[in-house]
């Protein structure tokens, strides 16, 4: 059992939510060990708070080679025993050789120099929690649960409460809706009037109160696809990323492409419908009955495509597959009351 761990994922923040099943199933499997994460310090949004994680270590990106020098000498004086470099870049793996650790652990790549053991990769595509867990049974272990952990509680709450209390159309919904549809890339960002046209049959059809979700310099951009509505619509309030999920967790339904709040709507269990394009459904959602996704040329091939080519129709059918679980999802948000935080997987150590 190794005692002394490093774990390195430096970006972006949905890769990083994505790699907190390992903290949690590492210190299930040997809860003695130190657990150490290097990330961007964009991680901090995402890794503070997390009780499986004993030390969060953040680089520089704009520090030059003096910050470093620094950040490997301190990596350096550590002494690892055990360091999993779930990203194997060109940084991330001169900072696992720079460690000295006698184990590093990779997928395979043009860097495999750099690392002691090479995990091998399975031969289809899985879902990306269960094949960061590759590392994991390399090592012995085997995990429990791919559950995202996201620590938020009461003080993330704020934007959420004053908005139940500014807006009785959502607070007194009987279906919530947070509908996300920005992506930094716009080859993997649907049409935003066809979440408008969706968002109105939602509104119509199922009396669903719609909630448009934006991040940071997304604000207009949000605005400008909710004109295409011809039904009464709410913009998101402003919120960081820990009162993001306060609000996710409080709603019926996520709708959106493939980006940071899809998983985050995950990580809260906040039922979620993603639409994948060019990128794999089945690497970057759970594939449950809770969690599902449209695929773009799911039926040929290559196995994906434009995100075009997902029709309105498509996306409504699976809708019209999950009301009864929205429902009872629903259902039981009205029964419980305001969720005001996170709990963590319970397990003995």
């Known amino acids: 059992m190794a005692r002394n761990i490093l774990l390195i994922q430096l970006r972006q923040l949905g890769d990083i939510l994505l790699t907190t099943p390992c903290f949690r199933e590492m210190k299930r499997a040997w809860p003695d060990a130190k657990i150490t994460f290097l990330s961007h310090p964009m991680g901090r949004l995402i890794v503070d708070d997390n009780p499986y994680v004993h030390r969060h270590l953040t680089y520089d990106p704009k520090g030059g080679w003096r910050q470093d020098w ?3 000498q301190e990596l350096r004086a550590a002494r690892y025993d055990l360091v999993l470099d779930f990203m194997y870049n060109p940084r991330s793996a001169l900072y696992a050789r720079a460690t000295g650790a006698p ?8 860097r495999a120099f750099f690392f002691t053991e090479i995990v091998p990769q399975g031969d289809r595509i899985e879902y990306i929690v269960r094949e960061k867990f590759r590392y994991l049974q390399h090592l012995g272990i085997q995990p429990v649960s791919p559950q995202l952990d996201l620590p938020w509680g009461e003080s993330h709450t704020g934007p959420l ?9 959502f607070s007194q919904a009987l279906l919530r809706v947070a509908i996300s549809p920005t992506h930094r890339r716009a080859e993997r960002q649907w049409p935003v009037e066809r979440y408008a046209r969706i ?4 509104h119509q059809e199922w009396g669903a109160s719609v909630l448009w979700l934006w991040g940071p310099g997304e604000e207009e951009f949000v605005r400008q696809a909710m004109a295409f509505c011809e039904q009464p619509m709410r913009l998101a ?3 960081s990323f820990r009162e993001l999920a306060s609000l996710i967790a409080n709603c019926d339904l996520f709708l959106g492409n493939s980006n940071g709040p899809s998983h985050v709507a995950v990580a809260v269990d906040t039922p979620s419908l993603q639409l994948h ?3 794999y459904a089945a690497t970057w959602c759970p594939m449950t009955d809770r969690h599902q996704a449209r695929q773009a040329h799911a039926g040929t091939p290559e196995g994906r495509g434009p995100i075009t080519a997902i029709g309105e129709a ?3 059918e699976t809708l019209e597959h999950m009301q009864a679980l929205l429902r009872k ?3 039981s948000r009205q029964r419980n009351g305001v969720r005001m935080g996170w709990s963590p997987l319970p397990f003995s150590k």
């Open 314 to 316: 498509e996306v409504w």
């Open 70 to 72: 620094k950040l490997i």
């Open 103 to 110: 184990r590093r652990l990779a997928f395979p790549s043009r």
């Open 199 to 202: 968002a109105d049959r939602l």
């Open 277 to 279: 394009g060019p990128t």
């Open 237 to 239: 309030p402003k919120t």
């Open 161 to 169: 409460l004053q908005l139940l209390q500014e807006a009785p159309e």
């Open 329 to 331: 999802s629903a259902e």
